[in-house]
C-alpha cells in the first residue's frame, strides 16, 4: 500500500523560504507522477505543483515563480522549495501521488495522500 511521509513545514515571516520533504513507500514511485497540494482554513484544497516521472513540472499560478517542486527517485523522495512566502501561502500541505508515468496538471488524477503539515507564513 502506497504511504507518504512529510516533513518540513513550519512557521516563518513573509519574505522567507521552506522546503517540505515527502518520503514515498510502497509502490513503484519513479514511474508516477507526485505533487503537492494545500488548503488554508475555509477554502478548497488546491493543486500547487506537480511533476511527471520524466521531470515535467507543473505549477499553480500562485506560486509560478517563487516555489520550485523536484525529486529525488533513488531516494523515493519529493520536495517543495517555497521561496518569497507570502501570508496567503499559508495552509496545511500534502504531497500526493498523480498518474502513472505523467501529470495531467496540478490537481487531477491523484490518489494517495500524506499527512498534511501546516506552514505559516506571517506579516
Known amino acids: 500500500q502506497a504511504q507518504l511521509v512529510k516533513s518540513g513545514g513550519g512557521s516563518v515571516q513573509a519574505g522567507g523560504s521552506l522546503r517540505l520533504s515527502c518520503a514515498a513507500s510502497?509502490?513503484?514511485?519513479?514511474?508516477?507522477?507526485v505533487g503537492w497540494f494545500r488548503q488554508a482554513p475555509g477554502k478548497e484544497r488546491e493543486g500547487v505543483a506537480a511533476?511527471?516521472?520524466?521531470?515535467?513540472?507543473f505549477y499553480a499560478d500562485s506560486v509560478k515563480g517563487r516555489f520550485t517542486i523536484s525529486r529525488d527517485d533513488a531516494k523515493n523522495t519529493l520536495y517543495l522549495q517555497m521561496n518569497s512566502l507570502k501570508p496567503e501561502d499559508t495552509a496545511m500541505y500534502y504531497c500526493?501521488?498523480?498518474?502513472?508515468?505523467?501529470?495531467?496538471?496540478?490537481?487531477?488524477?491523484?490518489?494517495?495522500w500524506g499527512q498534511g503539515t501546516q506552514v505559516t507564513v506571517s506579516t
Open positions: 510502497g509502490y513503484a514511485y519513479s514511474r508516477y507522477c
Open positions: 500526493a501521488r498523480g498518474p502513472l508515468w505523467g501529470c495531467r496538471g496540478v490537481d487531477t488524477g491523484f490518489d494517495y
Open positions: 511533476i511527471g516521472s520524466l521531470g515535467t513540472t
